[in-house]
């Protein structure tokens, strides 16, 4: 969304659309606020004092204007206490108010939320949170398209035209990375699929991405049978997609992100139960956060070397798919003996990542996965799992989480769990024996094919969906992630 910022507004110009001013707790009003309540005589403490509004973080007050003011609506959105605001809160903040902006009809909005504790860099997060929430899928839509469209026109009003502007075109970029994992993630399997996946990367070598799509012929060759076998079932053929974004010194070794993609996981001949099938379309949300990250990374001129790899398949059950008691050979040499057919994802991941470490020795290895069901029964819908063989990554990956508003929790991993999936008969099985510990065994498994590099491991499935609304990305595809290590490696890969 494009946002003009400007230094000052006219209450009596010819403006039809939204003003939106702000409040403190206790109905303190900001600087901008007060000067249009002084202008209005007394509008907004008048509409204040009829209502329950307290000035609290997110409230939002609606007032519309009477014919001698230019605006059509006011809104006054609480900014909560003066002493907790935050570049994060802003952010949040902006998002509420583009929540119910996009139900208004009015297209145009201007907001001054200015006030002596509100920098130009906090005006700019503000019309970030804007910008993000006002994303919304409805491609497919062909009745009542233009019922909510949302404003087509925001003004800023900041005392620093130029570091708003810079600010907020930092913010942009990321957001567009995120609305790009959203739109992956949100388009249905019979659409966004290995192939068409592999399309939206090469779109991305317009902005000075590498892009490499290795097919099943390419990676039959390189003993990935691991992840050809997940992909055997479908009518689909598997991709490897490779990218490689190199914005750093030509010699600083790269950090290497890659995902899961199974754009659609029915479980395979294991197959899944019918009640929410649905769902399993997001199961490629891992790749879409990879491929939503290197676009932010393009965007923004990122000064780091960072690889990219997504592992595309999908799980389908048929008379070709794999069965459970299938041995493959993995790319590691490692034979693993399958048993149950919805344990893809590892499967996946296991030539994925192994293929990554081989050739591109990267400093750190970052997978993200809809993993486990498990990892949703410990932490529900608020953090992500994280599993780590380094405890320096795990702290950092930690850190920029709780930042960012991306949270992830750390689990314990070690060699009592990793008994669990030795296999009679192969190397490894890719369930454990017991029932309990299902997102730590998953990751045991992952773990015997990173070759010991520096790895993490964000298990996503409880946050890469949200069916309540995300005071940031609403309802839907979240593009949980991009953030996160947007912001990972910007604090420690470039400086
Ligand atoms: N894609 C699922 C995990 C998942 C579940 C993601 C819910 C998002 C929401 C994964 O491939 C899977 O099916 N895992 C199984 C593992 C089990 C067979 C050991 C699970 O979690 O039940
Ligand atoms: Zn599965
Ligand atoms: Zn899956």
């Not at 990956?397 to 949270?407: A, I, R, T, Y």
């Amino acid at each position: 969304m494009k946002i003009n910022f400007e230094k000052s507004f006219n209450l009596d110009s010819d403006n039809k659309g939204v003003l939106i001013v702000s409040a403190y707790d206790e109905n303190v009003l900001s600087t901008g606020a007060q000067a249009v309540d002084v202008q209005t005589q007394g509008m907004i403490r008048r509409a204040i004092e009829s209502s329950s509004f307290k000035g609290k973080k997110d409230e939002i007050l609606s007032v519309m204007c009477p014919h001698n003011i230019s605006f059509s609506q006011l809104i006054v959105i609480g900014l909560g206490k003066k002493e907790d605001l935050s570049l994060k809160g802003l952010e949040e903040n902006g998002a509420k108010a583009m929540s119910v902006l996009m139900k208004s009809a009015l297209s145009s909005v201007t907001f001054d939320i200015s006030d002596d504790k509100i920098c130009p860099i906090g005006v700019a997060y503000f019309a970030s949170g804007m910008d993000l929430r006002s994303w919304k899928f409805d491609k497919y839509k062909t009745v009542d398209v233009n019922s909510s469209k949302g404003p087509s026109s925001i003004t800023a009003i900041t005392p620093d035209v130029a570091l708003s502007e810079a600010t907020f075109a930092r913010r942009f970029a990321v957001n567009e990375g995120n609305r790009l994992t959203r739109h992956v993630v949100s388009e249905p399997p019979n659409v966004l699929y290995p192939k068409s996946m592999a399309a939206q990367a090469k779109e991305l070598e317009a902005l000075g991405v590498k892009v490499e799509i290795l097919g099943e012929e390419e990676m039959k060759k390189l003993g990935m049978n691991a992840l050809l076998g997940v992909g055997q079932g479908s009518q689909f053929e598997s991709q490897l997609i490779v990218m490689n974004w190199n914005g750093g010194d030509s010699n600083q070794t790269p950090l290497a992100i890659v995902g899961k993609g199974v754009t659609f996981d029915s479980g395979g001949i294991s197959i899944k139960p019918s009640a929410n099938m649905e769902d399993m379309k997001y199961d490629m949300g891992g790749s879409g956060v990879v491929l939503g990250l290197m676009k932010a990374l393009a965007l923004r001129k990122a000064k780091a070397n960072v690889v990219g790899v997504m592992g595309m398949v999908e799980n389908m059950p048929s008379g070709t798919a794999q069965r459970p008691a299938d041995v493959v050979k993995s790319m590691s040499g490692q034979t693993i003996e399958v048993i149950n057919t919805d344990a893809e994802g590892r499967l996946v991941l296991a030539d994925a990542l192994w293929y990554t470490q081989d050739r591109f020795k990267p400093s750190e290895m970052i997978n993200l996965a809809t993993l486990t069901g498990a990892i949703t029964v410990a932490l529900g819908y608020e953090y992500a799992g994280l599993f780590s063989n380094n405890d320096q990554l795990a702290e950092r990956l930690f850190s920029v989480g709780g930042d960012v508003g991306e949270p992830v929790w750390r689990f314990p991993m070690g060699k009592q769990y990793d008994r669990d999936i030795d296999s009679d008969i192969a190397d490894v099985k890719n369930v454990g024996s017991g029932r309990g510990a299902g997102s730590i065994t998953a990751a045991q498994f992952l773990q015997r094919f990173v070759n010991n590099v520096p790895w993490a491991h964000l298990d996503i499935a409880g946050m890469a969906w949200d069916k309540k609304d995300k005071p940031l990305t609403g309802k839907g595809a979240t593009g949980f992630g991009v953030r996160l290590l947007d912001a990972f490696i910007e604090k420690h890969y470039e400086n």
